[in-house]
T-cell receptor, first 115, second 111 residues
Framework: SAVISQKPSRDICQRGTSLTIQCQVDSQVTMMFWYRQQPGQSLTLIATANQGSEATYESGFVIDKFPISRPNLTFSTLTVSNMSPEDSSIYLC????????????FGSGTRLTVV | SQQGEEDPQALSIQEGENATMNCSYKTSINNLQWYRQNSGRGLVHLILIRSNEREKHSGRLRVTLDTSKKSSSLLITASRAADTASYFCATAIQGAQKLVFGQGTRLTINP
């Protein structure tokens, strides 16, 4: 299965600032996704990152708050904008490879703390 | 939004005992997957069961799927301290490429 390198692994940020999280996949993948995991909770899908077009956001998530880029088939970024303490979570990216059945791979996550 | 629920939310058993976790979902699916997460970090894929399958085994893991009841169970036999983790079911919804996760079960294996 694909291997995802996610950076940074953790960060502590001041409120009002923005953080960009990067995910690099070691092979071309058809689908990439971004999830948020609030403390003690499950994973909630933020959006599907589409290559060469705007991301598809889930209900409750908007582009102004979570802009996403996917310039090619192996790379995507998620920006958490104008952060507040409520944004403190783990953010994970995921990928799915076409032709490999239902193979999904996850990055190791970014633990974000907003102070 | 979450696809469904898992129960129990937390489970604590003695090492060597079996652990059973249940997952329910709401919509038609292509497959259902189980993941493990240690210490709130990366997810480890455990097992996948397709919508036309009823039971699947992998080592000490046994997964069942009942599409009529929209439910699945994960059984871990002969549990070990290293099995202590959070376990999540995730459904690949028909007509969509994304995975939707259940609430998760926190499993603690006591030595």
């Amino acid at each position: 299965s694909a291997v995802i390198s996610q950076k940074p692994s953790r960060d502590i940020c001041q409120r009002g600032t923005s953080l960009t999280i990067q995910c690099q996949v070691d092979s071309q993948v058809t689908m990439m996704f971004w999830y948020r995991q609030q403390p003690g909770q499950s994973l909630t899908l933020i959006a599907t990152a589409n290559q060469g077009s705007e991301a598809t956001y889930e209900s409750g998530f908007v582009i102004d708050k979570f802009p996403i880029s996917r310039p090619n088939l192996t790379f995507s970024t998620l920006t958490v904008s104008n952060m507040s303490p409520e944004d403190s979570s783990i953010y994970l990216c995921s990928s799915r490879r076409s032709g490999f059945g239902e193979s999904y791979t996850f990055g190791s996550g970014t633990r974000l703390t907003v102070v | 939004s979450q696809q469904g629920e898992e129960d129990p939310q937390a489970l604590s058993i003695q090492e060597g005992e079996n652990a059973t976790m249940n997952c329910s979902y709401k919509t038609s699916i292509n497959n259902l997957q189980w993941y493990r997460q240690n210490s709130g970090r990366g997810l480890v894929h455990l097992i996948l069961i397709r919508s036309n399958e009823r039971e699947k085994h992998s080592g000490r893991l046994r997964v069942t799927l009942d599409t009529s009841k929209k439910s699945s169970s994960l059984l871990i036999t002969a549990s070990r301290a290293a099995d202590t983790a959070s376990y999540f079911c995730a459904t690949a919804i028909q007509g969509a490429q994304k995975l939707v996760f259940g609430q998760g079960t926190r499993l603690t294996i006591n030595p």
